[in-house]
Protein backbone atom coordinates (compact mmCIF):
# COMPACT_ATOMS: atom_id res chain seq x y z
CA UNK A 1 0.00 0.00 0.00
CA UNK A 2 1.16 3.10 -1.13
CA UNK A 3 1.39 6.22 0.79
CA UNK A 4 0.64 9.92 -0.67
CA UNK A 5 3.43 12.47 0.54
CA UNK A 6 0.86 15.57 2.44
CA UNK A 7 3.67 17.82 1.29
CA UNK A 8 4.75 20.75 3.36
CA UNK A 9 2.67 22.74 5.99
CA UNK A 10 0.98 25.83 4.78
CA UNK A 11 2.96 29.03 6.12
CA UNK A 12 -0.62 29.82 8.52
CA UNK A 13 -0.20 26.79 10.36
CA UNK A 14 3.61 26.86 10.53
CA UNK A 15 3.56 29.78 11.65
CA UNK A 16 0.62 28.76 14.42
CA UNK A 17 2.87 25.59 15.61
CA UNK A 18 5.82 28.10 16.07
CA UNK A 19 3.87 30.17 18.65
CA UNK A 20 2.55 26.97 20.14
CA UNK A 21 5.72 25.87 20.66
CA UNK A 22 7.34 29.12 21.96
CA UNK A 23 4.66 29.52 24.62
CA UNK A 24 6.46 25.88 25.89
CA UNK A 25 9.87 26.50 25.36
CA UNK A 26 9.98 30.78 26.29
CA UNK A 27 13.07 30.27 23.36
CA UNK A 28 13.21 28.92 20.03
CA UNK A 29 16.12 28.03 17.73
CA UNK A 30 16.27 28.83 13.81
CA UNK A 31 18.02 25.98 13.25
CA UNK A 32 15.63 23.52 15.23
CA UNK A 33 12.55 24.92 13.38
CA UNK A 34 14.16 24.16 10.26
CA UNK A 35 14.87 20.81 10.82
CA UNK A 36 11.24 20.35 13.02
CA UNK A 37 9.62 21.85 10.20
CA UNK A 38 11.69 20.50 6.99
CA UNK A 39 12.15 23.93 5.47
CA UNK A 40 15.07 26.03 5.57
CA UNK A 41 16.46 28.27 7.77
CA UNK A 42 15.92 31.28 5.26
CA UNK A 43 11.98 30.57 5.37
CA UNK A 44 12.15 29.73 9.48
CA UNK A 45 13.71 33.26 9.46
CA UNK A 46 11.17 34.69 6.99
CA UNK A 47 8.07 33.12 9.62
CA UNK A 48 9.61 34.83 12.68
CA UNK A 49 9.86 38.02 11.19
CA UNK A 50 6.15 37.91 10.15
CA UNK A 51 5.66 37.04 13.28
CA UNK A 52 7.15 40.01 15.12
CA UNK A 53 5.94 42.62 12.73
CA UNK A 54 2.58 41.16 13.81
CA UNK A 55 3.42 41.33 17.62
CA UNK A 56 3.31 37.51 18.43
CA UNK A 57 7.44 37.21 19.52
CA UNK A 58 10.70 38.91 19.60
CA UNK A 59 13.54 38.39 17.06
CA UNK A 60 16.71 37.93 19.20
CA UNK A 61 20.22 36.06 17.97
CA UNK A 62 19.73 33.09 16.74
CA UNK A 63 15.59 32.29 17.46
CA UNK A 64 12.94 34.28 18.64
CA UNK A 65 11.42 34.61 22.52
CA UNK A 66 7.86 35.73 23.48
CA UNK A 67 6.58 39.02 23.44
CA UNK A 68 7.06 41.29 26.16
CA UNK A 69 3.85 41.97 28.45
CA UNK A 70 2.71 45.39 28.87
CA UNK A 71 3.51 46.46 32.26
CA UNK A 72 1.07 47.87 34.74
CA UNK A 73 0.11 51.22 34.56
CA UNK A 74 2.60 53.61 36.09
CA UNK A 75 2.18 57.20 37.44
CA UNK A 76 2.10 59.94 35.04
CA UNK A 77 5.56 61.37 36.72
CA UNK A 78 7.15 57.93 36.28
CA UNK A 79 5.81 57.71 32.49
CA UNK A 80 6.99 60.94 31.87
CA UNK A 81 10.08 60.55 31.74
CA UNK A 82 10.28 57.14 29.28
CA UNK A 83 10.95 57.89 25.78
CA UNK A 84 11.07 61.64 26.50
CA UNK A 85 12.66 62.55 23.36
CA UNK A 86 10.32 60.44 21.29
CA UNK A 87 7.36 62.02 23.01
CA UNK A 88 8.37 64.97 22.31
CA UNK A 89 9.21 64.57 18.12
CA UNK A 90 5.09 63.01 18.02
CA UNK A 91 4.51 66.64 20.03
CA UNK A 92 5.75 68.48 17.85
CA UNK A 93 4.47 66.33 14.59
CA UNK A 94 0.88 66.89 16.19
CA UNK A 95 1.52 70.69 17.17
CA UNK A 96 1.68 71.29 13.34
CA UNK A 97 -1.64 69.73 12.64
CA UNK A 98 -3.33 72.19 14.04
CA UNK A 99 -4.48 75.54 12.59
CA UNK A 100 -6.07 78.86 13.73
CA UNK A 101 -9.19 78.24 14.38
CA UNK A 102 -9.94 74.35 14.97
CA UNK A 103 -11.42 72.45 17.54
CA UNK A 104 -9.82 69.31 18.85
CA UNK A 105 -9.44 67.19 21.77
CA UNK A 106 -6.31 66.36 23.66
CA UNK A 107 -6.46 62.81 25.44
CA UNK A 108 -5.15 61.73 28.46
CA UNK A 109 -0.99 61.06 28.71
CA UNK A 110 2.43 61.61 28.74
CA UNK A 111 2.40 62.28 25.36
CA UNK A 112 -0.47 64.10 24.81
CA UNK A 113 0.86 66.93 27.47
CA UNK A 114 3.84 67.01 25.36
CA UNK A 115 1.40 68.04 22.48
CA UNK A 116 0.05 70.32 24.69
CA UNK A 117 2.96 71.71 26.12
CA UNK A 118 4.13 71.93 21.63
CA UNK A 119 0.69 73.98 21.39
CA UNK A 120 1.64 76.09 23.74
CA UNK A 121 4.62 77.27 22.27
CA UNK A 122 3.53 77.95 18.70
CA UNK A 123 2.87 81.82 19.56
CA UNK A 124 1.49 82.31 16.48
CA UNK A 125 -1.95 80.19 16.42
CA UNK A 126 -4.40 81.36 17.74
CA UNK A 127 -8.67 81.14 18.17
CA UNK A 128 -8.07 77.37 18.78
CA UNK A 129 -10.41 75.39 21.12
CA UNK A 130 -8.99 72.05 23.07
CA UNK A 131 -11.17 70.11 25.11
CA UNK A 132 -9.04 67.46 27.68
CA UNK A 133 -10.04 65.35 30.76
CA UNK A 134 -6.27 65.86 31.95
CA UNK A 135 -5.40 68.61 34.85
CA UNK A 136 -1.81 68.54 33.07
CA UNK A 137 -2.71 69.56 29.71
CA UNK A 138 -5.07 71.82 31.28
CA UNK A 139 -2.23 73.57 33.18
CA UNK A 140 0.55 73.34 30.07
CA UNK A 141 -2.03 75.47 28.05
CA UNK A 142 -2.67 78.05 30.83
CA UNK A 143 0.27 80.06 29.55
CA UNK A 144 -1.37 80.38 25.66
CA UNK A 145 -4.63 81.58 27.47
CA UNK A 146 -6.25 83.56 25.67
CA UNK A 147 -4.92 82.75 22.10
CA UNK A 148 -5.87 79.20 22.88
CA UNK A 149 -9.43 78.48 25.12
CA UNK A 150 -9.65 75.62 26.87
CA UNK A 151 -12.33 73.17 28.23
CA UNK A 152 -11.85 70.74 31.12
CA UNK A 153 -14.67 68.21 31.23
CA UNK A 154 -14.98 67.63 34.61
CA UNK A 155 -15.82 64.07 36.26
CA UNK A 156 -13.98 61.97 39.05
CA UNK A 157 -10.46 62.43 39.55
CA UNK A 158 -7.60 59.97 38.63
CA UNK A 159 -4.97 61.08 40.83
CA UNK A 160 -2.41 58.29 39.08
CA UNK A 161 -2.98 60.14 35.71
CA UNK A 162 -4.48 63.19 37.05
CA UNK A 163 -7.63 62.83 34.81
CA UNK A 164 -11.21 63.08 34.99
CA UNK A 165 -13.31 59.94 34.00
CA UNK A 166 -16.60 59.29 34.66
CA UNK A 167 -19.74 60.53 35.61
CA UNK A 168 -19.72 63.83 34.35
CA UNK A 169 -16.93 63.71 31.55
CA UNK A 170 -19.16 61.95 28.98
CA UNK A 171 -21.64 65.15 29.77
CA UNK A 172 -19.83 67.27 27.54
CA UNK A 173 -17.49 64.87 25.28
CA UNK A 174 -21.67 63.57 24.04
CA UNK A 175 -22.14 67.21 22.90
CA UNK A 176 -19.45 68.35 20.90
CA UNK A 177 -18.06 67.96 17.15
CA UNK A 178 -14.47 68.34 17.32
CA UNK A 179 -12.18 68.77 14.47
CA UNK A 180 -9.34 66.45 15.36
CA UNK A 181 -8.68 63.93 18.77
CA UNK A 182 -5.28 63.06 19.65
CA UNK A 183 -5.58 59.93 21.63
CA UNK A 184 -3.00 58.28 23.43
CA UNK A 185 -3.07 54.30 24.29
CA UNK A 186 -0.54 52.33 25.63
CA UNK A 187 -0.72 50.08 22.52
CA UNK A 188 -1.25 49.63 19.17
CA UNK A 189 -1.08 45.82 17.47
CA UNK A 190 -2.78 45.06 13.90
CA UNK A 191 -4.74 42.29 15.25
CA UNK A 192 -5.84 43.58 18.70
CA UNK A 193 -6.44 47.62 17.43
CA UNK A 194 -5.51 50.66 20.40
CA UNK A 195 -5.57 49.16 23.61
CA UNK A 196 -4.97 50.97 27.64
CA UNK A 197 -4.07 49.71 30.44
CA UNK A 198 -7.03 51.06 32.65
CA UNK A 199 -11.15 50.46 31.66
CA UNK A 200 -12.15 54.46 32.91
CA UNK A 201 -10.24 56.12 31.16
CA UNK A 202 -10.46 53.54 28.22
CA UNK A 203 -14.72 54.97 28.17
CA UNK A 204 -13.58 58.45 28.09
CA UNK A 205 -11.15 57.47 24.99
CA UNK A 206 -14.26 56.14 22.96
CA UNK A 207 -16.14 59.20 23.81
CA UNK A 208 -13.59 61.18 22.24
CA UNK A 209 -13.32 59.01 19.25
CA UNK A 210 -16.85 59.46 18.48
CA UNK A 211 -17.14 63.32 18.89
CA UNK A 212 -14.04 63.83 16.69
CA UNK A 213 -13.80 64.08 12.99
CA UNK A 214 -10.55 63.10 12.42
CA UNK A 215 -8.77 60.29 14.85
CA UNK A 216 -4.81 61.05 15.55
CA UNK A 217 -3.59 58.29 17.95
CA UNK A 218 0.25 59.27 19.56
CA UNK A 219 2.08 56.67 20.69
CA UNK A 220 6.16 56.43 20.59
CA UNK A 221 8.01 53.44 19.01
CA UNK A 222 7.75 51.09 22.22
CA UNK A 223 4.33 50.64 22.05
CA UNK A 224 3.66 49.68 18.63
CA UNK A 225 3.15 45.47 18.81
CA UNK A 226 1.94 45.76 22.20
CA UNK A 227 -1.62 44.71 23.82
CA UNK A 228 -2.96 46.22 26.85
CA UNK A 229 -5.70 44.98 29.01
CA UNK A 230 -8.41 47.20 27.54
CA UNK A 231 -9.82 47.57 23.85
CA UNK A 232 -10.47 51.06 22.63
CA UNK A 233 -10.77 50.84 18.79
CA UNK A 234 -9.84 48.61 16.08
CA UNK A 235 -7.26 50.51 13.73
CA UNK A 236 -10.22 51.26 11.29
CA UNK A 237 -11.48 53.46 13.74
CA UNK A 238 -8.17 55.44 13.38
CA UNK A 239 -7.21 57.76 10.83
CA UNK A 240 -3.52 58.41 11.44
CA UNK A 241 -0.61 57.09 13.72
CA UNK A 242 2.18 59.36 15.02
CA UNK A 243 4.89 57.76 16.07
CA UNK A 244 8.77 58.53 15.73
CA UNK A 245 11.49 57.38 13.53
CA UNK A 246 13.01 55.10 16.05
CA UNK A 247 10.00 52.73 15.38
CA UNK A 248 10.67 49.05 14.24
CA UNK A 249 10.51 48.98 10.48
CA UNK A 250 8.51 45.87 10.09
CA UNK A 251 6.08 47.03 12.65
CA UNK A 252 5.53 49.80 11.00
CA UNK A 253 5.05 48.17 7.25
CA UNK A 254 2.57 45.79 8.70
CA UNK A 255 0.95 48.54 10.58
CA UNK A 256 0.33 50.47 6.73
CA UNK A 257 -0.48 47.29 5.20
CA UNK A 258 -3.79 47.64 7.01
CA UNK A 259 -4.78 51.02 5.63
CA UNK A 260 -3.61 52.75 8.77
CA UNK A 261 -1.46 55.88 7.34
CA UNK A 262 1.38 56.24 9.74
CA UNK A 263 3.71 59.36 10.26
CA UNK A 264 7.39 58.89 12.24
CA UNK A 265 8.09 62.16 13.62
CA UNK A 266 12.07 63.47 13.45
CA UNK A 267 14.09 62.67 16.77
CA UNK A 268 16.21 64.89 15.62
CA UNK A 269 15.00 68.30 14.77
Given at each position: MTT?????????????????????????????????????????????????????????????????????????????IAAA??????????????????????DVGTTTTAVAQALAERTELTDVTVF???????????????????????GTLRSKQHSLVEPLAGLVLGTINAGTAFIGCNGIDIERGVTNVNLPETEIKRMI???????????????????????????????????DDLADPDLVAALRDTGLEVVLAPTTP
Open positions: TDPGPVPARIRRDRMLALLRERDFVRVADLAERFDVSEVTVRGDLDALQARGQLRRVRGGAVPRAATPAERRFEEAETQKRAIARAAAAMVSDGDTIVLTSSLTIALALESADPRLTVVVTGLRASQQRVVCADSSKLGQVALAHVCDLDDVDRLLT
